[in-house]
Nanobody, 123 residues
């Protein structure tokens, strides 16, 4: 069973930065793409960023492009999301997920999910 545990969320002022981490269990972490999504109450889970198994390819939602950076360390079974120039509209619970079958920017494209970490950006 795969377990994903996010950390690094918190309260930050607009313009600030946070670095999220997602630690994965299992010996096959490096074989899978990974993604970050976010969700606010009453709304659907929204794609943020994704990274290929090797880290050679990355993808971003337009709303975070140029501000967020996804990366991974396969030796540590960890994927990261560096978030800079944060805005109040970035406030959400951020979830990491393991890639499965399907589009990288779709919830259906992932098969395991973490519980999430809260990010709150104040103006």
């Amino acid at each position: 069973q795969v377990q994903l545990v996010e950390s690094g969320g918190g309260l930050v002022q607009a313009g600030g930065s946070l670095r999220l981490s997602c630690a994965a269990s299992g010996r096959t972490f490096s074989s899978y793409a990974m993604g970050w999504f976010r969700q606010v109450p009453g709304k659907e889970r929204e794609f943020v960023a994704a990274i290929s198994w090797s880290g050679g390819n990355t993808y971003y939602a337009d709303s975070v492009k140029g501000r967020f950076t996804i990366s991974r360390d396969n030796a540590k079974n960890t994927v990261y999301l560096e978030m800079n120039s944060l805005k109040p509209e970035d406030t959400a619970v951020y979830h990491c997920a393991r890639g499965g079958q399907g589009a990288y920017n779709s919830v259906e494209g992932y098969d395991y999910w973490g519980q999430g970490t809260q990010v709150t950006v104040t103006s």
